[in-house]
């Protein structure tokens, strides 16, 4: 079986499984993954542990007016990983029991903080993993504008009709890659829409300061 998945289809159903939200460290969403998939095994845990998916899209990063495409996290942060986390107590034929030896697993894997519910998370429901999926969906095919700009934050614009022309950003459309910048026009605040190439950081004069 493949245990790393990036996104939420063809996810296997196992009796006894859920799949949980897992947190990790900034950065060590794949280190995290790996070593679940991979070592699963040699704890000899592979039939409590099942699909470790790290949900990834596309996004466009544009320099110089070149785009290149590549791939990000969707959720960075967090892993979902399918596990039998709880099982049957014979002390108590009507409850269930934390696996320790599941939970060690996971909770002492590198990079990972621990489950979202903290020592009592619960698996995901199939209607809150089919939000997932779709999500995941709607993101196909449309990649994402990498945008790192802030409202508020002062752009110069570089291209266009406004070119030479500076304002605050009022609006981020990571989506539609676009702005929305307002400059003055015949003395007057005007909001343009530009494309998120159009702009560049305003560097503040620092000559008076130095001076």
């Known amino acids: 079986m493949e245990r790393a998945k990036n996104d939420f289809t063809d996810i296997p159903e196992v009796e006894g499984m859920g799949l949980y939200v897992v947190q990790t460290l900034t950065g060590q969403e794949k280190r995290a993954q790996t070593y679940l998939a991979n070592q699963c095994e040699a704890a000899e845990l592979g039939g409590s542990i099942g699909v470790v998916i790290l949900p990834l899209e596309t996004v466009v990063d ?28 014979p002390a108590r034929p009507r409850r269930e029991k934390l696996n320790v030896d599941v939970w060690r697993f996971i909770t002492n894997a590198p990079g990972i903080i621990g489950f979202l519910g903290g020592d009592h998370p619960h698996p995901l429901s199939a209607r809150e993993i089919g939000d ?26 570089t291209d266009g009709a406004f ?6 950003i009022d609006m981020v459309d ?17 909001p343009v829409e530009l494309e998120h190439w159009q ?13």
């Open 174 to 190: 990571p989506d539609r890659g676009k702005l929305n910048v307002t400059v003055t026009v015949f003395g007057r605040p005007t």
């Open 132 to 157: 997932l999926g779709d999500q995941a969906k709607g993101a196909e095919g449309k990649a994402r504008v990498k945008i790192d700009y802030k409202i508020g934050e002062m752009v110069l614009i």
């Open 62 to 89: 544009v320099k110089d007016k070149k785009k290149t495409k590549k791939e990000v996290k969707f959720f960075p942060g967090y892993l979902f990983v399918q596990a039998k986390l709880y099982g049957p107590d």
């Open 199 to 211: 702009v560049e950081r305003k560097v503040a004069d620092t000559a008076g300061a130095l001076g």
């Open 163 to 168: 070119k030479g022309s500076e304002g605050p």
